[in-house]
């Protein structure tokens, strides 16, 4: 019987795509992380027995057309008593966010008046706008 040993070739472990493959893990990893513990703080919130319902958001509308007319949820309104009727129409719904449709072709001296009353009357204020083509 023949035991002599054979020489045998080195085996090589390629690592060229390891460094590819573990930046990849890496980054992987420090994305997922934080997203991954959003209630990391734990807080004990105090308890009622009985809990007071949350109000309704209410808004205002408030539309001004390419002729400068004014309109509150759809009700005509002089400039002039604009800043009467929208206090009358927040109070009315105790609202606190003011929606502002204007005309493209306003002026932005037009947005700058109606931004200066919702400012006064302490309103949070949305522009609405059409979704571009």
Known sequence: MNFR??????????????ADILFFLLMFF????TLASPDAIKLLLPETAKPAPTPANEVVRLTVDEN????????????????????QAV?????ATLIVRMDRNQTVQELTNVYDLAAKLNLSMVMAAEKKK
């Open 68 to 87: 400068r007319n004014y309109f509150i949820d759809d009700n005509p309104v002089d400039f002039a008593n604009l800043e009467t009727a929208l206090t």
């Open 5 to 18: 040993k054979r020489n045998r070739e080195a085996s090589e472990v390629e690592t060229g795509a390891l």
């Open 30 to 33: 420090l994305m997922i992380s």
């Open 91 to 95: 109070s009315a719904k105790k609202a």
